[in-house]
């Protein structure tokens, strides 16, 4: 039998359940959805709509099935009944106590659609991600960016911070990614027949709404063109021209596989403070696991040689941390800040007034000249930002200015 791994999300559900008479769980296919709600809802009853059984029964009279099981129930993978949301939303209506239904499923346009159609302000959204490092160490969710926004000054505890020597390698967990099939039961060969199937399995079941050209050949062609691409900004008419196909057709794969989350947009942190800033998105595939497979990397020695290694790492990184303020509440929005004359900060954190910068380095050792577009950054937003810091593979927390720190990857996740 799998050993169960804990995941971080276990708590919000928990609360969201407290709260609201349904919540939904979302992911990307094969993150685990199931086997955390199976864990987290146990005495719950499941209706595995993805099972002829279960489909059938629910499907034959969903008011009475509803009308039958008034709570307590989880439908999983629950846009295969789109009359459902329909009738979720009558017997909510009629009692609103909490923790009644879950939904689950990936994010397809017919799910988001009745959602969005009919249990709006009635329902809870949760996002589970791939397994974070943290998850896959067994260890509590790190709390890094928490104390950054917080009111603790940052001499006070940052210092404290600790890496062991006797801890994991981080390498280890960025190049396999977090997805748990290929992380617990796969190597080699057999994971990458894992992420293979894994693309065509998405494109059939997940896009091909979106259009019946996006095959899954077609889709594996085009996330190859996105990890080339990995950490640049997203310019749709190359890619179109690349691809061979419109902007707008472009445009609405990116939207699908950004649903599917398989691949997300970094977004430019725009003010008003004189300057020329970049304003197109950058773009990532989400899991390094999948990244690494799409761009043919299967072990360190290859990655670390490959031209990828700044945006992978870059991008794993920014998805740990994504998954970290995921669990705030409420969570800072992600940016990246770039002047036209060439100024840039890796990572832009904004929560409420207040602006987090973060570089994201490979190197263990930072030189001065590494940390000029932070100094520009907390240079044009001295009241906003307090500090900057850099995560980087050093074994130790040091101030290296006044308002600069480094902070090793391990202790900031």
Same mark, same amino acid.
């Given at each position: 039998?799998?050993?169960?791994?804990?995941?971080?999300?276990?708590?919000?559900? !928990?609360?969201?359940?407290?709260?609201?008479?349904?919540?939904?769980?979302?992911?990307?296919?094969?993150v685990g959805k199931s086997t955390f709600?199976?864990?987290?809802?146990?005495?719950?009853?499941?209706?595995?709509?993805?099972?002829?059984?279960?489909?059938?029964?629910?499907?034959?009279?969903?008011?009475?099935?509803?009308?039958?099981? /008034?709570?307590?129930?989880?439908?999983? =993978?629950?846009? !295969?009944?789109?009359?459902?949301?329909?009738?979720?939303?009558?017997?909510?209506?009629?009692?609103?106590? /909490?923790?009644?239904?879950?939904?689950?499923?990936?994010?397809?346009?017919?799910?988001?659609?009745?959602? @969005?159609?009919?249990?709006?302000?009635?329902?809870?959204?949760?996002?589970?991600?791939?397994?974070?490092?943290?998850?896959?160490?067994?260890?509590?969710?790190?709390?890094?960016?928490?104390?950054?926004?917080?009111?603790e000054p940052f001499g006070d505890w940052?210092? @404290?911070?600790?890496? @062991?020597?006797?801890?994991?390698? /981080?390498?280890l967990f960025w190049l396999r990614g977090?997805?748990? =099939?290929?992380?617990?039961?796969?190597?080699?060969?057999?994971?990458?027949?894992?992420?293979?199937?894994?693309?065509?399995?998405?494109?059939?079941?997940?896009?091909?709404?979106?259009?019946?050209?996006?095959?899954?050949?077609?889709?594996?062609?085009?996330?190859?063109?996105?990890?080339?691409?990995?950490?640049?900004?997203?310019?749709?008419?190359?890619?179109?021209?690349?691809?061979?196909?419109?902007?707008?057709?472009?445009?609405?794969?990116?939207?699908?596989?950004?649903?599917?989350?398989?691949?997300?947009?970094?977004?430019?942190?725009?003010?008003?403070?004189?300057?020329?800033?970049?304003?197109?998105?950058?773009?990532?595939? $989400?899991? @390094?696991?999948?990244?690494?497979?799409?761009?043919?990397?299967?072990?360190?020695?290859?990655?670390?040689?490959?031209?990828?290694?700044?945006?992978?790492?870059?991008?794993?990184?920014?998805?740990?941390?994504?998954?970290?303020?995921?669990?705030?509440? &409420? &969570?800072? !929005?992600?940016?990246?800040?770039?002047?036209? $004359?060439?100024?840039?900060?890796?990572?832009?954190?904004?929560?409420?007034?207040?602006?987090?910068?973060? =570089?994201?380095?490979?190197?263990?050792?930072?030189?001065?000249?590494?940390?000029?577009?932070?100094?520009?950054?907390?240079?044009?937003?001295?009241?906003?930002?307090?500090?900057?810091?850099?995560?980087?593979?050093?074994?130790?927390? !040091?101030?290296?200015?006044?308002?600069?720190?480094?902070?090793?990857?391990?202790?900031?996740?």
């Amino acid at each position: 039998m799998t050993k169960y791994i804990p995941r971080h999300l276990a708590e919000r559900l !928990r609360n969201y359940l407290g709260q609201f008479p349904c919540v939904l769980v979302l992911g990307a296919r094969q993150v685990g959805k199931s086997t955390f709600l199976a864990h987290e809802l146990q005495g719950w009853r499941r209706a595995d709509l993805e099972r002829p059984g279960d489909i059938e029964t629910v499907a034959r009279d969903v008011a009475l099935f509803v009308e039958d099981h /008034p709570r307590q129930v989880w439908f999983d =993978e629950a846009q !295969r009944i789109p009359e459902l949301f329909t009738v979720l939303r009558g017997a909510i209506d009629r009692d609103r106590r /909490p923790g009644r239904f879950v939904l689950s499923g990936s994010a397809s346009p017919s799910l988001l659609r009745g959602v @969005s159609e009919t249990l709006a302000g009635r329902m809870g959204l949760l996002e589970l991600g791939p397994l974070t490092a943290t998850e896959q160490l067994e260890k509590p969710p790190g709390r890094f960016l928490q104390r950054l926004f917080s009111s603790e000054p940052f001499g006070d505890w940052l210092p @404290s911070l600790e890496v @062991s020597d006797r801890g994991s390698d /981080p390498r280890l967990f960025w190049l396999r990614g977090g997805y748990p =099939e290929p992380v617990l039961h796969l190597e080699g060969q057999a994971a990458w027949r894992w992420f293979d199937s894994y693309v065509r399995t998405v494109s059939e079941r997940d896009l091909s709404a979106v259009s019946g050209r996006l095959t899954p050949v077609a889709l594996a062609r085009l996330l190859r063109m996105l990890a080339a691409r990995q950490g640049q900004k997203v310019n749709v008419s190359d890619l179109a021209r690349d691809f061979g196909a419109s902007a707008k057709t472009i445009d609405g794969y990116l939207d699908a596989l950004e649903g599917a989350f398989l691949w997300r947009r970094l977004p430019p942190y725009r003010a008003n403070i004189g300057k020329r800033l970049t304003s197109a998105p950058k773009g990532y595939i $989400a899991d @390094s696991g999948l990244l690494h497979h799409l761009l043919d990397i299967a072990t360190l020695d290859h990655l670390e040689t490959h031209p990828a290694l700044g945006p992978s790492w870059e991008g794993w990184l920014i998805e740990q941390l994504w998954r970290q303020a995921s669990l705030m509440e &409420p &969570p800072p !929005r992600f940016h990246y800040w770039r002047t036209q $004359a060439g100024a840039e900060v890796d990572l832009v954190l904004e929560l409420g007034s207040r602006l987090v910068p973060i =570089e994201l380095k490979y190197a263990a050792q930072i030189g001065s000249m590494e940390l000029r577009g932070m100094r520009q950054f907390l240079g044009d937003f001295p009241i906003q930002a307090a500090a900057g810091f850099v995560l980087y593979r050093g074994k130790e927390v !040091r101030r290296v200015e006044a308002n600069i720190w480094l902070v090793p990857v391990e202790a900031a996740l």
